[in-house]
């Protein structure tokens, strides 16, 4: 049995007559299936439809893929181990790579990073449950999403599920912030297990995933605040104090990034090294092309996924026994350049996150989501408002899910304009028929 091919829940052989490979059937799988569409309705930084240009959740996840993709082709033909496929956790395919890139976000509430801490928030405080859109994600695509054939989410291969797991975890262990809910856990660590996986370590094929998802985020997110006029391209707003104390604050706070030794260097000097020189590029940029401003913001988002994605390498990782797919120079980590897109990165957060406008929305979307909570929450009242094929799916299922978990089930899944649909309905005055299409 091919441990990479192996699928849980479908029956191993001679099920298809089609030639496909089985990663192109995990493929068409993904980008047939309605939650992988959804992504077009749901906010990358922006809301879904402030605008013909920003990106979404969809466009994201596509552009993560592209990069994850070339890279993954590249490093086959730089490291040799790879080929020699020692162990199924220690391969670097192309194909793997891009499906977990396109799967990786699929566990976002609507609203984005709010909806998702709204919603954990409310299963916390109320029934002492989680939400976590890594969680989430495995949530949806080993149960919740349907196949033809099946009424137990895609069945993916085990090294796609694998690519997409990048945090090796359950949730139920202590202080875990970040990793799977018991129901999905068991399943993947069985397959962690046939692997021979080291404990708390991911595939390369996930490590790759992750990292390519850090770049698109520090480069496609500026290249979005630069034309929405937040992250505005002059010395006044690179140089304001504010600004750089913000990203100070952000960068000592976020204790899920000490790994790339802050406590080593000089933060905001740092910081404002990377935003001088980052603005210097642009002005340089700004001249060669004739002051054509749109052009220039894509030329440099273009040069910087070039720059991390071509410095993207494998190394050994002595602490955990295990290899490291990182930002690689003369064959050692290059923390500076991590350091450097975590600049970024968080001039992304603190410019378009932060906004108060940004503020406003999200408030907003949380006061939405909670009242869509409070409207189901009750099992009695619930039931006459919900649609009736996931009442139906409730009542198949009880024994192994709570109410809550199946209302956070509901509303993680809506996009944003149908959340803000079914709040209408509930909670403002609105004109039409009844009989309009969900």
């Known amino acids: 049995m091919d441990l990479r091919k192996f699928r849980l829940d479908e029956p191993a052989l001679g099920t298809f007559s089609e030639e496909r490979d089985e990663y192109e059937r995990d493929y068409a799988r993904l980008i047939q299936s309605p939650v992988f569409r959804r992504l077009q309705g749901k906010s990358q930084v922006f809301g879904a439809g402030s605008g013909d240009y920003y990106r979404t959740r969809l466009t994201h996840s596509l552009e993560v893929s592209q990069i994850a993709r070339e890279v993954a082709r590249r490093l086959g033909k730089q490291y040799p181990f790879l080929s020699k496929k020692e162990h199924p956790g220690l391969i670097m395919d192309p194909s793997v790579v891009e499906i977990a890139a396109l799967a990786h976000d699929l566990g976002h509430p609507p609203f984005g990073h709010k909806g998702e801490e709204v919603l954990n928030r409310l299963l ?156 210097l590029q642009w002005e340089e940029l700004y001249a060669l092309y004739d002051h054509e401003s749109s052009r220039t913001r894509r030329e440099m988002k273009a040069r910087w996924v070039s720059v991390f994605a071509g410095r993207v390498g494998i190394i050994e990782d002595p602490v955990k026994g295990w290899k490291k797919v990182t930002f690689v120079l003369d064959g050692q980590q290059d923390i500076d350049l991590l350091r450097t897109m975590e600049i970024l990165k968080k001039l992304a957060w603190v ?26 929450k009750r099992p009695e009242q619930g039931r006459l408002i919900l649609p009736p094929d996931w009442v139906a799916s409730f009542e198949q299922h009880k024994h192994n899910w709570t109410w809550a978990r199946f209302i956070a089930d509901y509303i993680s899944g809506m996009t944003d304009a149908y959340a803000e649909k079914v709040y209408a309905e509930l909670y403002a005055s609105k004109s039409g028929s009844i009989y309009e299409m969900d």
């Open 351 to 376: 410019t378009l996150i932060k906004d108060f406008r940004v503020q406003r929305l999200q408030m907003r979307s949380e006061i939405m989501i909670r009242r869509l909570w409070d409207s189901f």
């Open 124 to 279: 916390l405080e109320e029934h002492g449950l989680a939400y976590e859109g890594n969680a989430q994600n495995f949530r949806i695509l080993m149960f919740l999403e349907k196949r033809a054939g099946s009424g137990s989410g895609l069945d993916l291969t085990a090294a796609v599920l694998l690519a997409i797991n990048k945090y090796p975890y359950s949730l139920d262990e202590p202080g875990r912030l970040k990793g799977l809910y018991s129901s999905e856990w068991h399943a993947i660590h069985h397959i962690r297990q046939q692997w021979a996986m080291p404990v708390g370590c991911s595939t390369l094929e996930a490590q790759l995933m992750d990292l390519c998802d850090d770049i698109a985020y520090s480069t496609h997110d500026i290249e979005d605040g630069i034309r929405a006029g937040k992250i505005q391209m002059n010395r006044t707003f690179f140089e304001d104090q504010r600004l750089i104390d913000n990203l100070v604050q952000e960068i000592v706070e976020d204790q899920g990034n000490m790994d790339v030794g802050w406590d080593q260097v000089d933060i905001p000097a740092m910081v404002k090294r990377v935003l001088a020189a980052y603005l």
